[in-house]
């Protein structure tokens, strides 16, 4: 479905996206991690055809985003970032204005927004005005604005920042439905848990480049090399942290000083918490939780990177 070989955009003399190359296979479920600046909306907008690239080339079911761009566009559907809906407008408008844009007939519209308003959950609401919506249910409509045309390959790019936790999750539901029932989905976050739920493939990002990619099982399995400990503590500062990160298990150690907590990617080596804790007992530190975690998708990007995905 989508081919994205060794892509590469600069504003200016910075670089902010570096020879990336993934592919999306058809009915696929396809995350780009990592965190705000990382690269991730200037490369889903050079796939759809917003931005112009400086180098390689991408590629929508054969066609090029360059030379096809018209082709192309009619087999994607794009929830940005941001709300894109007329807000003294009703739901049920904006769904037919958009679907308008995509050349779909009157007719044809209507029955498709009659769909998609089943499908985001807002039929009850299709004549109020979005002005009189909620952060959440904007969003909901922003999806059914991508879903008109039935795109081939729906594109979102960081769909629940800043919504409540239960519109969070009728969203997150919609397109594992959508993605179940065949869609092809490339979703982008810096939400760990959003690209696991979602997701079976995954490309790590990082200033510009991948860094990781592949299924979630083999990324956290293979490249991972234990455990992730969280630490609340009364104080990260000092000279302990500097033993902290000399200790022979332990791989990295990422303090927030905000929040006097402490992620370390540890090995599975049974003295390791008492180790540890040891540590914070000598420096005169007191260990007020702690929490283990098995490896995931955070816990590989804080040992190829250093740091927390939302820093």
């Known amino acids: ?19 990336v190359s993934f592919s999306v296979k058809k009915g696929e479920a396809f995350g780009l991690l990592g965190p705000n600046g990382a690269g991730k909306s200037t490369t889903i907008a050079m796939i759809c055809g917003l931005l112009p690239y400086e180098a390689g080339e991408i590629l929508i079911n054969g066609l090029s985003v360059k030379k096809e761009s018209r082709k192309v566009k009619k087999k994607i559907g794009i929830v940005p970032q941001e709300i894109a809906l007329y807000p003294t407008m009703s739901a049920l408008d904006n769904l037919l204005f958009w ?8 007719s044809h519209a209507k029955k498709r927004a009659d769909v998609v308003l089943e499908v985001v959950g807002l039929t009850d609401r299709a004549k109020h005005k979005i002005e009189t919506f909620s952060g959440g249910m904007k969003r909901r409509i922003n999806i059914g604005a991508a879903l008109m045309h039935e795109p081939e390959l729906l594109i979102m790019d960081e769909p629940t920042v800043g919504i409540d936790p239960q519109s969070r999750n009728h969203i997150l539901e919609t397109v594992k439905r959508l993605n179940e029932e065949g869609m092809t989905v ?53 000279n302990w942290l500097k033993k902290l990160e000399q200790m022979e298990n332990v791989f990295n150690v990422v303090a927030n000083t905000q929040k006097n907590t402490l992620e370390l990617v540890v090995s599975h080596h049974p003295n390791i918490v008492s180790d540890i804790i040891s540590c914070a007992v000598e420096a005169d530190v007191r260990v007020l939780s702690f929490e283990r975690k098995e490896p995931n998708l955070e816990s590989l990007f804080l040992q190829l990177t250093g740091r927390s995905l939302r820093d």
């Open 1 to 19: 479905m989508l081919e994205v070989k060794g892509v590469k955009k600069s504003f200016g003399k910075k670089v902010v996206v570096d020879a």
């Open 99 to 106: 679907a308008r844009m995509y050349g779909l007939t009157r």
């Open 186 to 238: 490339i979703y982008t976050s810096h939400y760990m848990e959003e690209v696991e739920y979602l997701c079976d493939r995954v490309g790590i990002v990082d200033e510009g480049k991948i860094i990781a990619l592949g299924r979630k099982e083999e990324l956290c399995n293979s490249l991972t090399e234990g455990i992730v400990i969280t630490l609340q503590v009364d104080s990260v500062e000092g």
